[in-house]
């Protein structure tokens, strides 16, 4: 098991954004939370990430406690996780290298597994040219390898994405789609995506987590989700 | 139509009352004897003098411009990215001397460290020599420059940190600590910002003269001054004037090619910054905060209060200005509506780029307001000062005129910055159901304008009251305002009163500053309760 979360909760000016939320996520699993704006989803992805911490509950990666009753043990840079964010998050003063780069000389990765690090992900990604390029000079599905480039190359435990193929026209989010698979295949990475796009979740989930009010609706796989869904809305018609 | 003449008329009023002044001023140093000639500037660069003058203001400038900014971005950040607790009280400490006029400051350290000063008083005759000798000279004058223009490093540092997107920084907190993280990503990114604050801070240090000149180090800006009012040779204060004048031009120009193609575009995001945790630092940082405010803002203030702490000292600090204070208030006022009124359409025209000179009308304006009041107040002498405009020049019209040139950018860009606000849509709507253009105004632009609209009126009347510069070259006999009678009085007056009058000074400044602080509460209070 690489993520356990148990009974977290968060509430910000004493409305409730997350409620009692309990999952596991195991080694190589690819689970999607699909949920309408405003259920917290994103709340509860940045809560996994460190950037937001959870009032009550606990959270664990890789078997360390990261977070317990709203005190933070471990800092967002020393979790093990990559994000992939909605707009990207690429620096505009770092160049493609330098954008890869950064984690890695932070974490003091030596020069030379540096380089080779960074060659190999913009290899799989298929940006080996665009090396010296910034990223307002590079596309939008480009800059979308590159983001995705960023987080890989450090090797996570888990990758958390927030709703990253959000902006894009609908074929480059389907080919995108089957970049994201073939990337995790490849690298055999544990993936917590965050969606609201029932398509996108089906497409890229091994399990889906439905999310609405706060709190966990339904958890299985595809198949059962479907279901699930189908049923609610022949009941809501 | 109606909408392109009122825009054109704002264009051509800066023109006539900034502009022309300036460019008169230039055209006349150009003649002698009736004859085109450079002998004026001839005279003035054979002199070695001249050249000390200008390699002390590029030096004072150039140090003010480095401590501000190496203190100033720190301060920012501490301000606005931290959990620093009373940061709030911090930064409005820090904004103090700001608003007061610098050479007020530069008189609460004389009576601290001069001779005869508190420090010679509690420690002793060697060491108030001591304190003396720094005080007056290349290190005083840049520490007051520095507490004085610190601000405007700190409130751009703000402003840019707010405007960065807190994704760029979370990226890169998934691997990096904070010191790293805002050393690689948040820095670099506000670095266009901290350009302009530098720019600024060293345009304002080599236009100021009234710090220099009350601490005794000669810098050009003086020069001009000195040559105008103690030589009255208005052929060598043009002179001296010019080259102020074209460093300022080059130094801009650098500005719109070199700094605006370096700008980066960060997205506005409607997050909260993210707040970075001091941890175990914070004591420290308190303390060294709170000692930086105590030194900056309320030791000067303290030592001013103290020194006039008597009722006879004030009694006769009104007495002797009261027709001064009437005077500055009142014409504070009114070049604070004339800017506002004048700051609202040119401001209307840059945001909405209502024609094709939007831009040319904004340079003009932030040209005027970087060049140092006296040069602007030797231009509006040297094009109003004739039997035929005589009626603007022995009155109030020359002082108002010299701070419509001076700080029109001001109230251009606070309005500019409002109308980027109000959604073009709101204007449309209107205009399509047939309002015209005052219909408008009055009814939709107005409206939503007023927040921005006070606090043009409020900045304006500030740098009005506070000005030194402009009012000191150009105010008729019996014109005087309360900034022009302190540096006037200074010389020969008791020191208690000239403290009760800094005083008096620094109450009329802060008192519509509260007022606003109230009436804007009350707005938001009001809409709040609307939504």
């Given amino acids: 098991m690489i993520v356990k979360i148990d009974n977290v909760s968060k509430s910000y000016n004493k409305t409730s954004i997350i409620n009692s939320i309990s999952l596991t996520i195991d080694k190589g699993e690819r689970v999607v939370i699909l949920g309408p704006s405003g259920c917290g989803k994103t709340t509860f992805l940045r809560m996994v990430a460190g950037f937001i911490h959870p009032d009550k509950g606990r959270i664990a990666i890789d078997g360390f406690t990261v977070v317990n009753n709203g005190k933070c043990l471990i800092e967002p840079e020393n979790r093990q996780v990559g994000m992939v964010f909605q707009d990207l998050a690429l620096w505009p003063h770092m160049n493609v290298y330098e954008n890869l780069a950064f984690g890695l000389k932070a974490k003091k990765v030596p020069k030379i597994e540096r380089e080779k690090r960074i060659g190999t992900i913009l290899e799989k990604v298929q940006m080996v040219h665009f090396k010296n390029t910034f990223p307002g000079n590079l596309s939008g599905g480009q800059q979308q390898r590159i983001a995705l480039a960023r987080a890989l190359v450090m090797q996570p435990k888990i990758l958390l994405m927030d709703e990253p193929l959000s902006n894009l026209d609908i074929d480059l989010n389907l080919l995108l789609r089957k970049e994201i698979l073939r990337l995790q295949e490849e690298l055999a990475i544990t993936m917590l995506y965050v969606t609201h796009d029932r398509d996108e979740a089906f497409s890229l989930a091994t399990r889906i987590v439905v999310m609405g009010g706060g709190e966990i609706q339904k958890t299985g796989t595809v198949k059962e989700v479907s279901e699930y869904l189908s049923k609610l809305s022949r009941e809501c018609s | ?531």
Wanted: charged share 10%; glycine share 6%; aromatic share 12%.
């Fill in chain 2, 1 to 531: 139509m109606t909408k392109k003449i009122t825009l054109w008329i704002a264009v051509l009023l800066l023109i006539v009352i900034g502009l022309a002044p300036v460019l008169s001023m230039f055209i006349k140093s150009l003649f002698v004897d009736g004859a085109l000639s450079l002998k004026n500037y001839q005279l003035l660069f054979q002199a070695k003098r001249e050249w000390i003058l200008l390699s002390n203001s590029f030096t004072l400038a150039g140090a003010t411009t480095l401590i501000t900014i190496l203190l100033g971005v720190p301060l920012g950040i501490l301000f606005s990215k931290t959990d620093l607790p009373l940061k709030k009280l911090f930064t409005i400490l820090f904004v103090i001397p700001l608003i007061i006029p610098p050479y007020i400051l530069a008189l609460a350290w004389f009576y601290l460290c001069g001779r005869s000063g508190v420090v010679a008083t509690v420690f002793g005759e060697k060491i108030g020599i001591f304190t003396s000798h720094f005080l007056f000279g290349f290190p005083g004058t840049l520490f007051v420059m520095v507490s004085t223009l610190l601000p405007i490093v700190i409130i751009m540092t703000m402003t840019y940190l707010r405007m960065v997107n807190p994704r760029l920084e979370e990226a890169a907190k998934l691997s990096a600590r904070w010191p790293l993280v805002l050393k690689s990503v948040t820095i670099p990114v506000i670095k266009p910002g901290i350009f302009l604050a530098g720019l600024i801070v060293f345009i304002l240090t080599l236009g100021e003269f009234g710090v220099p000149s009350s601490l005794r180090f000669d810098v050009f800006a003086v020069e001009s001054f000195i040559q105008f009012s103690a030589f009255y040779n208005f052929n060598a204060a043009t002179a001296a004037a010019i080259p102020l004048g074209v460093i300022t031009l080059i130094i801009l120009m650098g500005e719109r090619i070199f700094l605006r193609k370096k700008t980066i575009q960060f997205r506005l995001a409607r997050e909260a910054m993210t707040i970075i945790p001091l941890g175990k630092t914070k004591q420290f940082f308190f303390i060294a905060v709170i000692t930086l405010a105590f030194i900056l803002t309320a030791l000067p203030i303290g030592i001013l209060l103290i020194k006039s702490f008597s009722l006879p000292a004030y009694n006769e600090a009104f007495t002797r200005s009261i027709d001064s204070i009437i005077r500055s208030l009142l014409y504070a006022s009114i070049g604070a509506t004339c800017l506002v009124a004048l700051g609202f359409f040119l401001g209307y025209l840059l945001e909405r780029k209502a024609f094709r000179f939007s831009y040319a009308a904004d340079s003009i304006a932030i040209f005027l307001f970087a060049l140092p009041g006296t040069v602007i107040g030797i231009g509006l002498i040297s094009l109003w000062n004739t039997q035929a405009t005589n009626f603007i020049y022995a009155s109030i019209a020359i002082i108002l005129f010299g701070y419509i040139a001076q700080y029109t950018a001001l109230g251009e860009r606070i309005m500019a910055a409002t109308f980027s606000q109000i959604p073009h849509s709101m204007e449309e709507a209107a205009q399509s159901v047939g309002a015209g253009w005052f219909r408008r105004l009055f009814y939709i632009l107005i409206p939503f304008a007023k927040r921005g609209i006070i606090a043009a009126w409020l900045v304006g009347f500030i740098f009005c009251l506070r000005d030194l510069g402009i009012t000191m070259m150009v105010y008729p006999p019996a014109h005087d305002t309360l900034p022009v009678r302190i540096f006037t009085l200074m010389a020969n007056s008791p020191e208690e009163v000239i403290a009760a009058l800094c005083m008096i000074m620094i109450v009329i400044t802060f008192l519509p500053l509260s007022m606003l602080a109230l009436v804007l509460k009350y707005m938001g209070s009001k809409d709040d309760s609307k939504n």
